[in-house]
């Protein structure tokens, strides 16, 4: 199993460009996160997915989109970054309900946006 | 959800006990204390879960008092591959609701 995979590693960008990070999971696991991290901080939610077909808006949403295109793949939407986006993104999944609160994480995507 | 506080950092040297508290004052009922570890560069991982007095696995021992409202992280005899940040993070185990992690605590471990 690859377990949590996440493309791209890292990523350049011009104020005002889009893009979108990927994450696919091989764990058959029903939930799945985005995170943000900045440097010397700890993480935050941006979305989550509880489920497949459903998406809810964590701590830090605003200038996101996601899209939980299947149980296996969730993905996160810059419409037009701004340098305030510059961070690394993780993401994230669990098995779902019950058990242990065990999420899963990606190697990451380190975003610059200049 | 409830918010937890931890100490921004602590030091320890190699083959020390590290204990590592976080309060959780308005944990809820349902609510399970979980612990992660987070190295430079990588995501965080998962280290122990308890709900409520003690709880212990390969590498750690997670202590919860009978109020549940703290909890002590325990890794016995640290060693330098042990510096990383520790993150305790409160919720239920439903999935619906995401978990927040906090600052953390950074640990460092002297030679």
């Known amino acids: 199993n690859a377990g949590v995979t996440q493309t791209p590693k890292f990523q350049v960008l011009k104020t005002g460009q889009s893009m979108t990070l990927q994450c696919a999971q091989d764990?058959?696991?029903?939930?799945m996160y985005w995170y943000r991290q900045d440097p010397g901080m700890g993480l935050r939610l941006i979305y989550y997915?509880?489920?497949?077909?459903?998406?809810d808006k964590g701590e830090v949403p605003n200038g996101y989109n996601v899209s939980r295109l299947n149980k296996r793949e969730f993905s996160l939407r810059l419409e037009s970054a701004a340098p305030s986006q510059t961070s690394v993104y993780f993401c994230a999944s669990r098995p779902g309900t019950g058990g242990k609160n065990e999420q899963f994480f990606g190697p990451g995507t380190r975003l610059t946006v200049l | 959800l409830a918010k937890t506080t931890q100490p921004i950092s602590m030091d320890s040297y190699e083959g020390q006990e590290v204990n590592i508290t976080c309060s959780h004052n308005?944990?809820?009922?349902?609510?399970?204390i979980t612990w992660y570890q987070q190295f430079p560069s990588q995501g965080p991982r998962f280290i122990i879960q308890?709900?409520?007095t003690k709880v212990t696995n390969e590498v750690a021992s997670l202590f919860i008092p009978a109020d549940r409202k703290s909890s002590t992280l325990s890794l016995p005899r640290v060693s330098l591959s042990d510096t990383a940040v520790y993150y305790c993070?409160?919720?239920?185990?439903?999935?619906?609701?995401?978990?927040?992690f906090g600052s953390g605590t950074r640990l460092q471990v002297q030679p």
């Open positions: 993070l409160v919720g239920d185990d439903t999935g619906r609701r995401a978990l927040t």
């Open positions: 997915s509880a489920s497949e077909g459903t998406t």
């Open positions: 308005n944990i809820a009922t349902n609510d399970y």
């Open positions: 308890g709900y409520k």
């Open positions: 764990m058959n696991h029903n939930s």
